[in-house]
């Protein structure tokens, strides 16, 4: 099957990278970084695993889909396997509930939630090598990321970038292991687009539509990739075309140079921060410079009167949604109150958010003493530069100002092994996975990502 | 579970509408209109069981899903059942190849292609009747139609209504078959308007997306039924709400008052149209005009020089983009190609664009003399009137006008029951069915669809 149009457009050059792309061409780093993200992601896979979406979307594949299979449900507790668009539903779902999955800056989106299940479960089921699954994945951080960057700040105020570019880099992804040509990856990526789906909306009521969306790119992708293969042919130019996701999907400016710009040269997966805090990371510029600046000047929760947190409009957009935070996964979207979490535990990691901090009223005082405010410069960096400013007002009057550049885990500042391993094991720990020696085995088979024959195993 | 923000929306009152409604309290009119809708709908299916993208979702079916289920592929000759999402996913997209499904004139979507396969798929799992088939059908285009009229006419500059409207609708119908409550059919349609997608950017290439779109709607507002009751809270006010469909997809003017005008007093499915012509229905009022005009002046295809159609924006926009037509799908959205067709045979069936007919130099020919021009007349009375006029120039100089108020098929105008078994025969024998007793008997039970205990058996 061909296409009646065969203009050649801008993804195209991108499709042509990601089918010509050699695991041998990729440089050392980049395989690094992937198998670090990879671990990191595991982790989230596991702590996410007993939230009300997930258990909903394993009940959907019990009901709608096999439940054996080549693919593993990374939460092995429940003895299922199935085919790859339900696995990967089931573990997308799982890795985005707990907020600690990785995030690519310059789109504002989350790739490891969407790009590891869906290869993951591929990967199994074709008998995929590591190095196979890592070629797949940096295509796929390369090709959502770069759709992501595409759609860019305006698109972002509405919509879940990590559904929309996500879906079109799972398609990517897949394409790779499935071996499709140029005009078959064309096509799934196409099928994905037409599928591009995701609003903000569950932020209001502090719903689980996230989950849905993480665990729903990676159907949809799933499905645009194996159907371009069997012959459906998807449109050629999704992202730029005058009915495409461009035109439809952004009220204000698109950045096509995104798409195919210093491929080879530049590796998205290099421009993908680890979250060391458990909140929504429009906050994590905040709660660095307020930690550092209550170190620096030895301010305790209780000496602080008020704090004025400058950030960029997207931030603003997104956590003035969430109001007050009546749920632990809504109070991670508020800005007072994590502010709040960072300042009275002198972090913000999974352990600090707990149906017992919701009541604690110490919290919410302080949460009341903490507003959002524009910052023009700011804005002007995001996305490149997530940069934050806090100005504290001390109740001995004293005002005191931080800033910082970079984020701890950005792509300047990533976490050193040690701080991905241990972050690993808190996650297990919290979701409840008690046998230390299974999970030793899972981290080093994670470790060793490049030398495995097949990537089973991965279950805890 | 319950949303933590109760605040009532327009959305819940019309979900207290479907939730409320019994099969006693349907106009008897209203439970022949589905009848007759659904068995339009039967012979769709069959026809485009063979289309590339149907193939493509049936082996998707194969290698996602099981193969073995208690819900039938309507296309009998595969020896394939599966599971409610599967199934109908399957049944979607082969019901909307042939362009002879319905319209509901207002929300300019095609609510059958998704309703009925969803609704007949989740019957046959949960082995529900045909009055609660009726039931759930009537609440699914009531429920989908109004949310594309919602979303109106700027929406369908970009988007596919018929999936975007019609996941909403797909969620609901399947709700009602679940029996979910208020608070669990608002998930569900939350859920449902956050997966909502599909762009006409398939139309400039001829690709396959429109099948997706139907496939895809049934599968997504499957999950967010199923996934609603088993606990996944979806948005409440996914239409209205600040980061909602109205709010992230209609980039012009949205339509609220649908939402919820009347109900109970009007019926979406009596505002549907049956389409006697096999193109886009956006050719429908001008080729009623140009067939009338002909026949009244005893013109024939030889005697016509130029065709004016004068029309409103969304035909020309929808018609615009696909060029001269190259595949007989895309033909079928050409006004010229489709005026020449009916033009040259007196009618424009499904049988009369074929392979053939697209190297048919007279048909071109013609095709280049026709002109869409926009009426604003027309217009502003589109999509709640679908009018039409057609200005023709013989080559004896003559010129000639006609217009349409309303086309065959309209509501206003519904095809008589022999004409509806006409179609449906015709569709059968174009899907290559010769077994005529098994039609019978499949005809008789979709007629006597209020009576059937059970709905399996339509399978052909």
């Known amino acids: 099957m061909t296409h009646s149009n065969t203009i050649p457009t801008v993804t195209e050059r991108l499709v042509r990278w990601a089918v010509g792309l050699q695991y041998q061409d990729i440089p050392e780093e980049v395989v690094q970084r992937t198998t670090e993200l990879f671990v990191d992601w595991l982790g989230c896979a596991v702590a996410g695993r007993s939230h009300p979406a997930v258990v909903a979307m394993t009940k959907f594949m019990t009901q709608m889909g096999p439940t054996t299979g080549r693919c593993e449900i990374i939460d092995g507790s429940l003895g299922l396997t199935s085919t790859p668009a339900f696995a990967s539903m089931v573990n997308a779902g799982s890795s985005h509930v707990v907020e600690q999955d990785d995030l690519h800056n310059k789109s504002i989106m989350h790739p490891a939630t969407v790009i590891f299940p869906a290869a993951l479960a591929v990967a199994q089921d074709i008998s995929s090598n590591g190095q196979e699954f890592i070629t797949a994945c940096v295509i796929g951080y390369e090709v959502g990321c770069r759709a992501g960057e595409y759609l860019g700040k305006s698109h972002y105020e509405k919509f879940h970038t990590t559904a929309t570019g996500g879906v079109i880099g799972v398609a990517a992804a897949v394409a790779s292991l499935l071996r499709l040509d140029v005009d078959q990856t064309i096509s799934g990526i196409g099928t994905a687009g037409t599928q591009a789906a995701g609003l903000w909306q569950f932020l209001l009521d502090a719903t689980h539509s996230k989950q849905v969306h993480t665990g729903k790119a990676c159907f949809d992708g799933i499905f645009a990739a194996y159907s371009a293969r069997d012959g459906l042919l998807g449109p050629r130019d999704i992202l730029e075309g005058s009915r495409g996701m461009g035109a439809a999907l952004v009220p ?23 979250k060391w805090h458990a909140s929504c990371r429009h906050t994590h510029p905040s709660v660095d410079a307020l930690l550092s600046l209550m170190k620096k000047h030895q301010i305790s ?16 957009d997104v956590l003035g949604l969430s109001g007050r935070g009546e749920t632990v996964h809504q109070s991670k979207f508020s800005m007072g109150f994590v502010l709040a979490v960072a300042a009275k535990k002198g972090q913000a990691m999974i352990t600090d958010f707990h149906e017992n901090d919701l009541a604690d009223q110490t919290l919410r005082e302080f949460q009341k003493c903490v507003v959002m405010e524009y910052d023009a410069d700011i804005d002007s960096r995001f996305p490149n530069e997530w940069q934050g400013t806090v100005v504290v007002v001390c109740k001995d009057g004293r005002k005191l100002t931080e800033s910082v550049e970079y984020v701890k885990g950005d792509p300047q500042v990533p976490l050193t092994r040690d701080e991905i391993e241990a972050k690993f094991r808190a ?13 030793e085995d899972v981290l080093q088979k994670a470790w060793n990502l490049r030398t495995q024959k097949d990537l089973h195993g991965f279950a805890l």
Chains 1, 2 share one sequence.
């Open 427 to 439: 996650l297990v720990t919290y979701g409840g996975i008690t046998d230390a020696s299974k999970v």
């Open 301 to 316: 929760f209780e000496d602080i009167d008020s704090v004025v947190a400058k950030t960029y409009q997207a931030a603003i």
């Open 252 to 274: 204000g400016k698109t950045y096509p140079e995104a798409i195919s710009r210093a491929l080879g040269a530049e590796y998205a997966i290099l421009g993908s921060s680890f």
